[in-house]
C-alpha cells in the first residue's frame, strides 16, 4: 500500500516535471526562432553595410583621384597649404564683393585704355613733349601741394580769426552792457543832482497826464491836433493840418487854448480824485465858451455830460444862451 502510494506520488512528480521541460522546451524553440530571425536580419545588415562600405570606399579612392587631379591642376604643391587656407577665417561675402568690384574697375581700365589706344592710332610718340610734359606736370604738382599747404594755412588762420571774432563779440556784449549800466548810473547822477530827480518824476507824471488829455482833446478838435511834451517838460502842438509839424501852445487862438486847458483839467482832477479816494468830486469851469463855435460848444458839453455820468458834480459859470439852455439845473445871477 505504502509502496503504491509513494509510486503515485513520484509518477505525479515525473509527470509535473515533464510538463515543466516540455514548456521549457516550448520557450527555448520560440526564443531560438526569434533569434535565428534577429541573426538573419543582422547577418542582412552586416551585408549591407559591408556593401556601403565598398561603395564608399570606392567613392573616396575615385575622390582621392579627383583631388590629386585638382591639385596638380592648381597653384598649390600639397593638401597642407589648402588646410592651411581652409582654416582660416576669411570672410567669403567681403572677398566676393572685392572681387566684383576689382572686376568692374577692370573693365572701367580696359575701356579706358581701348579709348586712349583709339585716340594715339594717330599720333607718334615724342619723347621730349613727354619729358617736358612731366616737368610740368611735376611743377603743378608742385604748386598743387603749395596751394594746398597755403589753403590749410588760411584755413588755420581762419580758425583763429573766427576765435578771436567769438571773443570780440563776447567782449562788445560784455561792453554794452557796461555802457547801459553806465549809461543808467549817470541818469541816476543827474536825477539826484540838484533838482533832476523832481524834475525825472514830474516829467513822468506831465507825459501820463499828456496822453490822458489827448483822448478828449483829440475829440474836441477832430483829430486836428495834439498835446505833447518837449525836453523842457513844456507842452507843446502838433498841428497835424501843417504836415504835423510842433508849435508852441502860446499860439493857439482863445478857442483852442481853452480846449486844451479843459483836456488837461479833467486828468488832473481824476488823479485828485484818486489820490484822496474821494466818491464825487466837483469840477467848475469859469467862462470860456464864448470864444467856442457852436460846434465845439457841442462837443465840451458832450464831454460835460460824459463827466456827469462819471459821478462827477460839474460846474458852469458862462453867460453863453445855447449852453444854459442846454443846463439842467442852472443858477441864474442878475
Known sequence: MRESEAVEQEYTALKRSNLEIERDYI?????LNELNSQFAAQNSLVQTIVEQLGHIERESQEADVTLQQLLEASPFET?????QILAENLSVIQIRQELEQFQIQFETVKAQISQLEKKLVDQVYDENQFLAQEKILDESAQELKASTENVARLQQERDQLRIAYAKKENLQQQQIKLSLRHDNLKQLFNLFKGAGFV???SSIYLRQLCDHANIRFHRM?????????NDNNEFEIID?????????????????????????ALPLAESVQSNSRAARNFFFIDEGFGTQDITSVNIVFETLLDLHKENRI?????HVEELKERIPVSLSIE
Not at 520557450?27 to 526564443?31: G, M
Not at 497835424?240 to 488837461?264: C, I, W
Open 27 to 31: 520557450a527555448l524553440s520560440e526564443r
Open 79 to 83: 593638401l597642407e597649404e589648402i588646410r
Open 199 to 201: 524834475q525825472y518824476v
Open 221 to 229: 478838435t477832430r483829430n486836428q491836433l495834439s498835446l505833447q511834451l
Open 240 to 264: 497835424y493840418l501843417n504836415e504835423g509839424k510842433n508849435r508852441s501852445v502860446k499860439t493857439l487862438s482863445g478857442g483852442q487854448a481853452f480846449q486844451v486847458s479843459l483836456s488837461l
Open 314 to 318: 460839474v460846474g458852469i459859470i458862462s
